[in-house]
């Protein structure tokens, strides 16, 4: 489980700033993930890479920017946070031949004040 | 719209009671079901997923493509499987996305 890791764990910020938040995963998983867990709408997927300067939107992209320039990490901005954007965020990643086989980070909590 | 549905947000049950977590999805293809499971304190992790027909920890589910369900059973409930359950759907050659629940938050009471 240490494989994968996020940082910060706990962030309280203030609306309009920006803020980015770590994953980083040492199994070289080419596959990683970003959710968010509301209660009332569980884990929702933001973005996701399949590898390397390859991203894609998942179902609730908007306010956030990711990049993925090494393997290993695939960091979450978000570009001028809101209230609504107060949330658990989980970074995942997954081998290729077992994409949905996920394996979760411990989760960053994000308070937007 | 592909869309997985727990009904219930809470389940609480007696130890050594049937257990029942209910999972119903809407997809128009082939999906690929699972459950993700979440104990107090530790991370989200893999529970079973259907293709692999098998039984982790006592739980099974099987896949009703009729009723489109994914249900998580288990004769006997322990109170170590207390936590929160997650049932995910994925289309297939979807990049390895998956769609979840809301999440069903299960106590095995002593």
């Known amino acids: 489980d240490a494989g994968i890791t996020q940082s910060p764990r706990y962030k309280i910020t203030e609306t309009g700033r920006q803020v980015t938040l770590m994953c980083h995963q040492t199994?070289?998983?080419?596959?990683m993930f970003w959710y968010r867990q509301d209660l009332g709408h569980g884990l929702r997927l933001i973005y996701y890479?399949?590898?390397?300067?390859?991203?894609d939107k998942g179902e609730v992209p908007d306010g956030y920017v990711v990049s993925r320039s090494k393997t290993e990490n695939f960091p979450l901005t978000l570009e001028s946070a809101t209230r609504s954007q107060t949330s658990v965020y989980f970074c995942?990643?997954?081998?290729?031949?077992?994409?949905?086989?996920?394996?979760f980070g411990p989760g960053t909590r994000l308070l937007v004040l | 719209a592909q869309r997985v549905t727990q009904p219930e947000k809470l389940l609480s049950v007696f130890k050594g009671a049937p257990v029942e977590l209910k999972c119903n999805y809407s997809?128009?293809?082939?999906?690929?079901l699972f459950w993700y499971v979440q104990y107090s304190r530790q991370r989200l992790q893999l529970l079973l997923r259907h293709i692999s027909r098998e039984s982790i920890k006592g739980f099974t589910a099987d896949l009703n493509k009729g009723e489109t369900s994914f249900h998580l059973k288990k004769p006997f409930a322990q109170e170590e499987d207390s936590a929160m359950y997650y049932c995910?759907?994925?289309?297939?050659?979807?990049?390895?996305?998956?769609?979840f629940g809301q999440g069903t938050e299960l106590s095995v009471k002593p």
């Open positions: 995942a990643s997954s081998a290729p031949n077992q994409r949905e086989t996920q394996y």
């Open positions: 997809y128009s293809g082939s999906p690929e």
């Open positions: 995910a759907l994925s289309g297939g050659n979807q990049g390895g996305k998956l769609i």
């Open positions: 890479s399949a590898a390397a300067d390859i991203t």
């Open positions: 199994w070289s998983h080419s596959y």
